[in-house]
């Protein structure tokens, strides 16, 4: 299965700031995704990114709010934006494999 | 309504012991079942994918069951070991290959302590 190298970890930030996560696959992937895993819920995917074209986005996630580029094959960024305390969450990214979910590491999101 | 709904929400456990982790879920269509292990600040990690036709699946001391008429799983954890501490996440797919459709619970904590 792939390895995805996921990074900051952990990060403490103001709100009203943003923060860009990115997630680096050691193998070319069509589709990467973005979750978000809020304390004591389950996964809930934010959006899928594809290479060359525009993200799509999940009921309740908005571009504005969350940019994702993808600029080649083995690479993606997340970027909270306009950060308030609501959005301290885990964000994961993911990619498929042989239909194997293999997750990054995640980062641990504080918005203060 | 598309649900996973796992059992129980947390379990303490001594080390060595066995325990059986459950997963319902009415899911429909439905394509596989997956179970994740999840440590403390990491992303899950596979244990299992099974598929309709398949009633168990083993990796390692993990072992889980699937009974798609009554839309149940278990996962059977065999001779614990401190490092099984984990949350254990169930996760249902309604179509094959579209990350969309996968329905996850919301785990089930284990500790399993000394």
């Known amino acids: 299965s792939a390895v995805i190298s996921q990074k900051p970890s952990r990060d403490i930030c103001q709100r009203g700031t943003s923060l860009t996560i990115q997630c680096q696959v050691d193998?070319?992937?069509?589709?990467m995704f973005w979750y978000r895993q809020q304390p004591g819920q389950s996964l809930t995917l934010i959006a899928t990114?594809?290479?060359?074209?525009?993200?799509?986005?999940e009921s309740g996630f908005v571009i504005d709010k969350f940019p994702i580029s993808r600029p080649n094959l083995t690479f993606s960024t997340l970027t909270v934006s306009n950060m308030s305390p609501e959005d301290s969450s885990i964000y994961l990214c993911?990619?498929?494999?042989?239909?194997?979910?293999?997750f990054g590491s995640g980062t641990r999101l504080t918005v203060v | 309504k598309n649900q996973v709904e796992q059992s129980p929400q947390s379990l303490i456990i001594l080390e060595g012991k066995n325990c059986t982790l459950q997963?319902?879920?009415?899911?429909?269509?439905?394509?596989?079942l997956r179970w994740y292990k999840q440590d403390t600040g990491r992303g899950p990690v596979s244990l299992t994918i099974?598929?309709?036709s398949e009633n168990t699946k083993s990796n390692g001391r993990y072992t889980a069951t699937l009974d798609a008429d009554t839309k149940q799983s278990s996962l059977h954890i065999t001779a614990s070991q401190l490092s099984d501490s984990a949350s254990y996440i169930c996760?249902?797919?309604?179509?094959?290959?579209?990350?969309?459709?996968?329905?996850w619970g919301l785990g089930t904590s284990l500790a399993v302590n000394p």
């Open positions: 099974m598929t309709f």
């Open positions: 993911s990619v498929d494999t042989v239909g194997v979910y293999t």
């Open positions: 193998s070319q992937v069509t589709m």
């Open positions: 996760v249902v797919s309604g179509q094959a290959g579209n990350n969309r459709k996968l329905i």
């Open positions: 990114a594809n290479q060359g074209s525009e993200a799509t986005y």
């Open positions: 997963c319902n879920y009415t899911v429909s269509p439905f394509s596989n």
